[in-house]
């Protein structure tokens, strides 16, 4: 029951935190749109609170993306991160440009 009650509040605050990321990005004071990248890597064999090892892409119109990841273990880092380094570059093949990087979470604008 406890086990539960913790990955629904963890789950709410997740969808929670998306939503306001996702309506504080849409265009800044000066018409600039935002994008943002979030990954989320959970480690092989430790309860995870149900989440899966991924990257969340929102871009300026709350359109989202999601890129999924293995679980975290050292046979699958190289391969975590070619796909987190093809996710960035493919976000500056599509006009962003990153301006900020905090944790594994990116901010991008739109050129």
């Given at each position: ?6 990955k629904t509040l963890i789950a709410s605050a997740t969808l929670i ?41 929102i871009y300026e119109d709350s359109k989202s993306e999601e890129i ?38 990116y901010v991008f604008i739109k050129k």
């Amino acid at each position: 029951m406890k086990t539960t009650t913790s990955k629904t509040l963890i789950a709410s605050a997740t969808l929670i935190l998306a939503f306001v990321i996702a309506s504080s990005f849409r265009t800044g004071a000066n018409g600039q749109k935002y994008a943002s990248m979030t990954v989320r890597e959970t480690t092989a064999g430790i309860p995870d609170g149900g989440f899966d090892s991924k990257i969340l892409i929102i871009y300026e119109d709350s359109k989202s993306e999601e890129i999924p990841l293995e679980k975290l273990k050292s046979s699958t880092y190289s391969a975590n991160r070619t796909k987190i380094n093809e996710a960035l570059n493919t976000m500056a093949t599509k006009g962003y440009e990153l301006v900020s990087v905090d944790n594994q979470s990116y901010v991008f604008i739109k050129k």
